[in-house]
């Protein structure tokens, strides 16, 4: 019984988690409107894995794409970025290299999007993240410069 009540409770909070992502214009590339899911690598992770580093949920793609894919995930990402409460964002040669946007949550949490884009022989290897929890865009950054 147990077990059973801790798999709606992750339903649950994942629905709901995926709703407030739903409202971003990066959640299409997420839902595989601008590559395939096929052709993406997803990580999705919820529960007591991210509690040291203070997150709810964790949700990652990695995709490869053409000039056009290149466009138009970078036209959602700085969408997004006019409404972000807080951003980072680094050009190279006129293109979006790397961008970190925080969202203020409906609850204590924060929310984040990260984009970052590596370019070789006309191909664009782009790997987007969604992050939800307490912690803070300074807590994200020691963390990832830790790893």
Request: net charge positive; glycine share 6%.
């Amino acid at each position: 019984m147990k077990r059973l009540l801790l798999i709606l409770t992750a339903l649950l909070l994942s629905v709901w988690t995926v709703s407030a992502q739903g409202r971003l214009q990066v959640n299409a590339v997420f839902d595989g409107k601008v590559v395939p899911a096929k052709q993406m690598k997803e990580t999705f992770i919820v529960g007591s894995q991210l509690q040291p580093y203070n997150l709810r949920q964790y949700r990652s793609v990695s995709l490869t794409g053409d000039d056009a894919v290149l466009a138009e995930v970078t036209r959602r990402v700085l969408a997004d970025a006019e409404t972000a409460t807080d951003q980072e964002v680094h050009y190279q040669g006129g293109n979006l290299i790397y961008a970190i946007l925080t969202f203020q949550g409906d609850t204590d949490d924060n929310r984040y999007v990260c984009y970052q884009c590596a370019t070789k022989a006309g191909r664009h290897s782009i790997t987007l993240v969604y992050m939800t929890g307490p912690a803070t865009l300074d807590d994200l950054k020691k963390l990832f410069k830790s790893k």
